[in-house]
Each structure stands twice: as structure tokens, then as C-alpha cells.
């Protein structure tokens, strides 16, 4: 252990191990813990909290928090708080199978929230007085300051809003990420907020550092391990599709006008068909790209690297491992073209309205009128949640939505007459995109949008099934605005619920 990464000497007596921070977290307690999708968890404190809850619970005791993050952590947080029955709810988004089990079993209170709403909701105290934050850092200044690790999420709000701070120093994170944040702190509460002075995706309008009251840090412990770094799978034939239509589509619409050759800045959800749109750009004919996006991943750090992309804004990094190590190699030139962000910022409505994003989000579901569900399985069987596809897609410039056409090796379409769960309607999707093909949706009624989806998104195997129900709906006489028969739209998923194939009639 080095004291080096604490530059202030008046912190050092509040070093202690895991197990001792642990005690100040209690049965019940609101819980601030850092973590943007598998970046700046802490990886420490978790575990000495699940072993308090697994002690609890053996002499028949309750012990469980109510845990606020930024988003996905990784198992080594939720995994393991989740696995020792410690977390009694939970929000905004999360990935960890432990938890989803938990959430889907009814162990665990789950609030799926925009991800733009949840600094906001602790500052005006929505959840309750929050007793305790746990944050990653990579470490802190000579004047106290918080030097933030690959992710910031809530951090800022959550540092103000607790009541006692345990901070994770981790050695493990590059000490030249230092300066490569901006920590905007002048957001204000109505009736009194006043515009956030950012209009190009690299300015820098806060400080580098995060804030806290010294007198609030009750433990410091550190740490040396890596985030998740979650691999990702090699671009298939179907996200290759995916991503060459997306980007042909992008040339059109240079050439007509609507964009600028450079685009316009580009945000894109999580995941590998995300990524293979990103890694599909390496090759197109755009030049001076720019990203506002959340999470930046391997297909935007690549561009970056490739003199294709200027500047990325995000909140976390969330690389592979071979990813992460072209990034430590090349953080010297990255510096000065990543900037992170609070998460309020990020996925601020206003903002990504003002700047233009081009959005380009993963989904579970579509329904043939361009209603998505990007969160439950059958309707009823939380997956992550809507992290910040909602605010993203309601306000982007261009809002795209893409899957492949099936799942579950062909068993389950994604194109279905009417979506199991609404997260994302019909008045904010401009775009869905298969392999089969996009749906330009824009400027669309409800039976043309239809028409679109059914004969270039759908999977031959379903897409007669779907023209035969589409037809029958028409003539059913239940109104020719949106044509739906609602028992048999809903039968599509208790299809595959009681045999396992949609295809089966």
C-alpha cells in the first residue's frame, strides 16, 4: 500500500481495511455507490459488505441497503451484495445476473428511471436522507480534491448528498486520467436554473476534480484491480449488416443535405451491435467525427485513435482488455480529446437536443408501428433497464433502434405486433434496423410505418405470419388508425411462453 495517491497528509489516518469502512454501513441505510456500466465501481467494499449482511442474516438478523448507482456495477458489487440478499433496492440500471434473478424473483425493489433524472431526484431528496457514499477514485489532491476514476455517473451528487464518505483509491486506474473530467457543479434547482454553457461535445465548463467536505470521509481504503472489461464478441454477419446500413443511410443523408459531412456528434448504447456500428466507421467516408455518448467503448476509442474522431464526450470508459491497453498506451494523446462527465450532463435532455445527437440504441423489441421495448422479456422479466436510451432517443437529432431480426436461434422474433412492454413509443423512433433492413420512419402514419417495418425489418420466417395478422386487423373494423387484434397481438409472446417457438400456431 502507497500513500502516494493521497497528496493530502491530513487524510492518511482515515486509511483502514475494507472490513473496517464496512462498519459504517448499516441495515437500511441509502446507499450512494459509484459505477457506470462496468467502469469505477468500488471493488473493495462490496464484499465486507456482503460478509456483514451473510454474518447478519446467520444470527437471524435483517440486513439489506437500499443502493443508488450510477448504473451497472459488475459482480464484484452487485454481484456479491446481491448473492449475500444485501440489496433491498435498487436503481437506476443494472447488468449483473445475480441481481436480475433477485429483481425477478421479487427479492429485490427494482425503480428502472431515466438516467438524466437521478442526480436531480437525490439532490431534491427524493429517496430519503442518503447516510453513506462509497466512490472509486483514482486519488485524491494535495487540497483534498477527488481525482475521479474511468466513470463519474452520480458521483458529484452523491459526494454532496451523504452523509459519510468512504472513498476507494484505486491503484489499478491510470494516474493520468487526472484532468481528463469536467465536473460541472452550477446546475441549480427551479425556479432558478440557468442554461448549462456547453455547445460543442468537447468543451470543458466545470473542473477536473470532484468536491466533498473533508470533514465527511469517515475511511479511505485502497484498492488495485481492473473494472469489469467485459470482452466484446468480434462483429457477426448480422451486426456487419446492421452497421452497413446505418452508415450508407448516414451518406444519403449527407448528400441531401440534412447533415454535415462530419455528421453530427454520435452517441451509442452498449453493447456488440453498438460497437460493430462504431467499428464499421473506421472504413466510411466521414471524416471529423465527434461523440456525445455515455459509455465510450472499443468502436469510438478506435476512431479516436484512427484521427477519425476529433473529441468524445461520455461519462464511463467501459473497455475490453485489449482496449484498455491501447488506451493506457496512448493517454498522452487522449487527454485532450475525452472528456467525462457527470451523468446529468451526459444525458441532459436540453443538450442533446441543442447539440444534434445522432442516437443509436439496442432493443429487445419492435412492434410493427415502431413502439420499442428495450428492458423486460415476455413483459414481465426485467433485463437491465433503459439507462439512457430514453433521453437520448426522445431528444437525438436521429433516433435508431437496432437488433437482429430473431432470437433464441430463430424461436422468438423481434419484429411483433404489439411490444410486450412500452419503453420507447412510436412519436420518439425514427429508425429500426435489422439485418433485413431499416424502417425510415420519419413522417409515417401508423399503417405505412407498419407496412415499412413488417417487409424490411421482419425475418422471412415471421414475416407472412405478420402480413396475415397486419390484414386481418385492417378489416377487423376495431378502427383504421392503429389496427390491432389485442388478444391475438398478446398471444404472440404466450406462444413461445407455453411452446418455445413464435412460429408455432
Given at each position: 500500500?502507497?500513500?502516494?495517491?493521497i497528496?493530502?497528509?491530513?487524510l492518511?489516518?482515515k486509511?483502514c481495511?475494507?472490513?473496517?469502512?464496512?462498519?459504517f454501513?448499516k441495515d437500511g441505510?441509502?446507499v450512494g455507490?459509484s459505477?457506470?456500466?462496468g467502469?469505477?465501481?468500488?471493488?473493495a467494499?462490496?464484499?465486507?459488505?456482503?460478509?456483514q449482511?451473510?454474518?447478519?442474516h446467520a444470527r437471524?438478523?435483517?440486513?439489506?441497503?437500499?443502493?443508488?448507482?450510477g448504473?451497472s456495477?459488475?459482480?464484484e458489487?452487485?454481484?456479491?451484495?446481491?448473492?449475500?440478499n444485501?440489496?433491498?433496492f435498487?436503481n437506476?440500471?443494472?447488468?449483473?445476473?445475480?441481481?436480475?434473478?433477485n429483481?425477478?424473483?421479487g427479492n429485490?425493489?427494482y425503480?428502472?428511471?431515466?438516467?438524466?433524472?437521478?442526480?436531480?431526484?437525490?439532490?431534491?431528496g427524493f429517496?430519503?436522507?442518503?447516510?453513506?457514499?462509497?466512490?472509486?477514485?483514482?486519488?485524491?489532491t494535495?487540497?483534498?480534491?477527488?481525482?475521479?476514476?474511468?466513470g463519474?455517473g452520480?458521483?458529484?451528487e452523491v459526494?454532496?448528498?451523504?452523509?459519510?464518505?468512504?472513498i476507494e483509491?484505486?491503484?489499478?486506474?491510470?494516474?493520468?486520467?487526472?484532468t481528463?473530467?469536467d465536473?460541472?457543479f452550477?446546475i441549480?434547482?427551479p425556479?432558478?436554473?440557468?442554461p448549462?454553457?456547453?455547445?460543442?461535445?468537447?468543451d470543458?465548463?466545470?473542473?477536473?476534480y470532484?468536491e466533498?467536505?473533508?470533514?465527511k470521509?469517515?475511511?479511505?481504503v485502497f484498492?488495485?484491480?481492473?473494472d469489469?472489461?467485459s470482452?466484446?464478441?468480434d462483429p457477426?454477419?448480422?451486426?456487419k449488416?446492421?452497421?452497413?446500413?446505418?452508415i450508407?443511410f448516414?451518406?444519403?443523408?449527407v448528400?441531401?443535405g440534412?447533415l454535415p459531412?462530419?455528421?453530427?456528434?454520435?452517441?451509442?448504447g452498449?453493447?456488440n451491435?453498438?460497437?460493430a456500428?462504431l467499428?464499421?466507421?473506421?472504413?466510411?467516408?466521414?471524416e471529423d467525427l465527434t461523440g456525445?455518448?455515455e459509455?465510450l467503448?472499443?468502436?469510438?476509442l478506435?476512431?479516436?485513435?484512427?484521427?477519425?474522431m476529433?473529441?468524445a464526450s461520455a461519462?464511463?470508459l467501459?473497455?475490453?482488455?485489449d482496449?484498455?491497453q491501447r488506451?493506457?498506451?496512448?493517454i498522452?494523446?487522449?487527454?485532450?480529446?475525452i472528456?467525462?462527465?457527470?451523468m446529468?450532463i451526459?444525458?441532459n435532455?436540453?443538450l442533446?437536443?441543442?447539440?444534434?445527437i445522432?442516437?443509436?440504441?439496442?432493443m429487445i423489441?419492435?412492434?410493427?408501428?415502431g413502439?420499442?421495448?428495450?428492458?423486460?422479456?415476455?413483459g414481465?422479466?426485467?433485463m437491465?433497464g433503459?439507462?439512457?436510451?430514453g433521453?437520448?432517443?426522445r431528444?437525438?437529432f436521429f433516433s435508431f433502434?437496432v437488433?437482429?431480426?430473431?432470437a433464441?436461434?430463430g424461436?422468438i422474433?423481434?419484429i411483433?405486433p404489439m411490444?410486450?412492454?412500452h419503453?420507447?413509443?412510436?412519436h420518439?423512433v425514427?429508425?429500426?434496423?435489422?439485418?433485413?433492413?431499416?424502417?425510415?420512419?420519419?413522417?409515417?402514419?401508423?399503417?405505412e410505418?407498419?407496412k415499412?417495418?413488417i417487409?424490411?425489418c421482419?425475418?422471412?420466417?415471421?414475416r407472412?405470419?405478420l402480413?396475415?395478422?397486419?390484414?386481418?386487423a385492417e378489416?377487423?373494423g376495431?378502427?383504421?388508425?392503429?389496427?390491432h387484434l389485442?388478444?391475438e397481438?398478446?398471444s404472440?409472446?404466450?406462444?413461445?411462453?407455453?411452446?418455445?417457438?413464435m412460429?408455432?400456431?
Amino acid at each position: 500500500m502507497s500513500l502516494d495517491r493521497i497528496r493530502l497528509a491530513s487524510l492518511h489516518d482515515k486509511v483502514c481495511s475494507a472490513e473496517q469502512a464496512a462498519t459504517f454501513v448499516k441495515d437500511g441505510m441509502l446507499v450512494g455507490i459509484s459505477g457506470f456500466t462496468g467502469a469505477g465501481y468500488p471493488k473493495a467494499l462490496p464484499t465486507a459488505i456482503a460478509e456483514q449482511a451473510k454474518a447478519a442474516h446467520a444470527r437471524g438478523e435483517k440486513f439489506a441497503i437500499r443502493m443508488v448507482t450510477g448504473a451497472s456495477t459488475a459482480p464484484e458489487c452487485d454481484g456479491v451484495l446481491a448473492e449475500a440478499n444485501a440489496i433491498a433496492f435498487r436503481n437506476p440500471f443494472q447488468s449483473d445476473p445475480t441481481l436480475r434473478n433477485n429483481i425477478n424473483a421479487g427479492n429485490t425493489a427494482y425503480q428502472d428511471m431515466h438516467l438524466s433524472h437521478v442526480e436531480q431526484q437525490i439532490r431534491q431528496g427524493f429517496y430519503g436522507d442518503m447516510e453513506v457514499a462509497i466512490i472509486e477514485a483514482t486519488g485524491i489532491t494535495e487540497d483534498g480534491k477527488i481525482i475521479p476514476s474511468m466513470g463519474i455517473g452520480h458521483c458529484n451528487e452523491v459526494l454532496k448528498a451523504a452523509k459519510k464518505v468512504i472513498i476507494e483509491v484505486n491503484a489499478k486506474q491510470n494516474p493520468l486520467l487526472e484532468t481528463m473530467h469536467d465536473v460541472y457543479f452550477d446546475i441549480g434547482t427551479p425556479p432558478n436554473r440557468q442554461p448549462i454553457p456547453l455547445v460543442q461535445p468537447s468543451d470543458r465548463i466545470g473542473t477536473p476534480y470532484l468536491e466533498c467536505d473533508l470533514d465527511k470521509i469517515v475511511a479511505i481504503v485502497f484498492t488495485d484491480s481492473f473494472d469489469r472489461n467485459s470482452k466484446f464478441a468480434d462483429p457477426d454477419e448480422n451486426s456487419k449488416r446492421i452497421a452497413a446500413q446505418i452508415i450508407d443511410f448516414l451518406g444519403h443523408e449527407v448528400k441531401a443535405g440534412r447533415l454535415p459531412k462530419n455528421l453530427l456528434p454520435l452517441q451509442s448504447g452498449v453493447g456488440n451491435v453498438a460497437n460493430a456500428v462504431l467499428a464499421g466507421l473506421l472504413d466510411a467516408p466521414f471524416e471529423d467525427l465527434t461523440g456525445y455518448t455515455e459509455v465510450l467503448q472499443d468502436g469510438m476509442l478506435d476512431l479516436i485513435i484512427a484521427g477519425k474522431m476529433k473529441s468524445a464526450s461520455a461519462t464511463a470508459l467501459s473497455f475490453s482488455p485489449d482496449a484498455l491497453q491501447r488506451f493506457n498506451d496512448n493517454i498522452e494523446f487522449l487527454r485532450d480529446k475525452i472528456v467525462l462527465r457527470p451523468m446529468e450532463i451526459t444525458n441532459n435532455p436540453e443538450l442533446i437536443r441543442r447539440l444534434g445527437i445522432i442516437g443509436m440504441n439496442a432493443m429487445i423489441e419492435a412492434d410493427i408501428y415502431g413502439n420499442v421495448n428495450s428492458t423486460h422479456v415476455m413483459g414481465t422479466k426485467m433485463m437491465n433497464g433503459i439507462g439512457g436510451s430514453g433521453d437520448f432517443t426522445r431528444n437525438a437529432f436521429f433516433s435508431f433502434f437496432v437488433t437482429p431480426s430473431t432470437a433464441k436461434g430463430g424461436a422468438i422474433s423481434s419484429i411483433v405486433p404489439m411490444v410486450s412492454h412500452h419503453d420507447h413509443t412510436e412519436h420518439d423512433v425514427m429508425f429500426v434496423v435489422t439485418e433485413q433492413g431499416m424502417a425510415d420512419l420519419r413522417g409515417k402514419a401508423p399503417r405505412e410505418r407498419a407496412k415499412l417495418i413488417i417487409e424490411n425489418c421482419s425475418h422471412p420466417d415471421y414475416r407472412d405470419m405478420l402480413r396475415d395478422y397486419y390484414a386481418r386487423a385492417e378489416k377487423s373494423g376495431g378502427g383504421l388508425q392503429t389496427p390491432h387484434l389485442l388478444l391475438e397481438a398478446l398471444s404472440w409472446h404466450q406462444r413461445f411462453v407455453e411452446t418455445g417457438d413464435m412460429r408455432i400456431k
